[in-house]
Each structure stands twice: as structure tokens, then as C-alpha cells.
């Protein structure tokens, strides 16, 4: 069976960052970093967010050199606490869904305004992957599809996957647009 993971629709993105809210908010309540496992992206034919496709290959698990990132019940997920920071999982992802996050302790103070580059380091920072886990710590499932207003966001299983792919193959993309807007309602 292939793994789980949100699509979005990017006809429907408003870009509103409602999603994002809805992941840091639900990471935050489960005790993890609080930072979102998703980012909005801008082009000319629309916002939407990307997030991690919990690939069946999934690079960053084979890459990782102390196995924090794991497959497991259809979703690929990075365990922090082994997480060492080596930043190899983000380097191999083919989506660009793996961020790096960082904490400090609270003798040292976060700098204000600097945009973090993958390469960064900063001295006294614990920083771990972060990426889409499907929100699994929480009953309703993926957060951002459950806030999003316009339902640009849904969770597609497996078995979807594979029929959706069929689709596609014998159909033109509108009327896949269209059974996933379906779908959405």
C-alpha cells in the first residue's frame, strides 16, 4: 500500500496561511517544535503550500546516519529527539519539504530578523529536521486540511493514489481538477 500525504489544489489557495497556523499551533500542543512543516509558495499561477509526499522510497530516511527518520503506518517521520541536526535529510528531499529548526537555550537570545539558510549555524542552537508527520499525535488528522476555508487541502490515501493515477492516464487534467475538487467538498 503506498503512503499517505496532502495534496493541494493550487486553483483554490487563497495563500492566507491558515494551514500554516493550524500545523505550528498542533505541533506546539503535541509538544514538538512549533514551527510549521509546511510553506507557501508563490507562482505565477497561484499560491499553494508544500509539504512533505511521504515518498515510498523516502531519501531522507535512507540518508539520515542515525535512523531518526522512520516509515511507518503509511507516513515517513522524523523522531526529534534523535534527530542530531546533520541536515543530510534536507539536502536529499526532492519536494524541499525538510526544514531545519532550531531552539536555543534560554540564556542565549535568538537573533531578531535573519532569515536562516539551510547552511547556517549558530553556536549554543540544538537544531533538528522538521517535516509533514501528517499530524499523527492528533485524532482529526492533518490540521491544515481541517482549516483550510476554501478545502485547497486534502489528505489522499494510498489506494486514492493508484486510482487517481489511472485517471489521470485516461483523462485530461480537468477532469482530475475536477473529481478533487469533488472530493474536497
Avoid at 52 to 80: F, Q, S, T, W, Y
Avoid at 127 to 141: E, F, H
Amino acid at each position: 500500500m503506498l503512503n499517505s500525504f496532502v495534496i493541494a489544489n493550487p486553483n483554490r489557495c487563497l495563500g492566507c496561511y491558515t494551514c500554516v497556523v493550524a500545523c505550528s499551533a498542533a505541533h506546539r500542543k503535541s509538544g514538538l517544535q512549533a514551527a510549521p512543516r509546511l510553506h507557501i509558495t508563490y507562482s505565477p499561477r497561484g499560491t499553494m503550500p508544500v509539504q512533505c509526499r511521504h515518498c515510498e522510497d523516502a531519501p531522507c530516511a535512507v540518508v539520515c546516519p542515525v535512523n531518526a527518520i522512520e516509515i511507518r503506518d503509511g507516513m515517513v517521520l522524523v523522531k526529534e529527539q534523535a534527530c542530531i541536526g546533520c541536515k543530510m535529510c534536507a539536502l536529499v528531499c526532492p519536494f524541499g519539504a525538510i526544514t531545519m529548526n532550531g531552539t536555543f537555550p534560554p540564556s542565549i537570545p535568538k537573533p531578531a530578523g535573519q532569515v536562516q539558510s539551510l547552511l547556517a549555524w549558530l553556536a549554543g542552537q540544538k537544531t533538528v529536521a522538521i517535516k509533514c508527520d501528517l499530524c499523527c499525535s492528533s485524532t482529526d488528522g492533518p490540521q491544515c486540511v481541517k482549516v483550510c476555508p476554501t478545502k485547497a487541502l486534502q489528505l489522499i490515501a494510498g489506494d486514492q493514489v493508484e486510482r487517481l493515477i489511472k485517471l489521470k492516464r485516461i483523462s485530461s487534467v480537468a477532469v482530475v481538477d475536477s473529481i478533487l475538487n469533488e472530493e474536497g467538498e
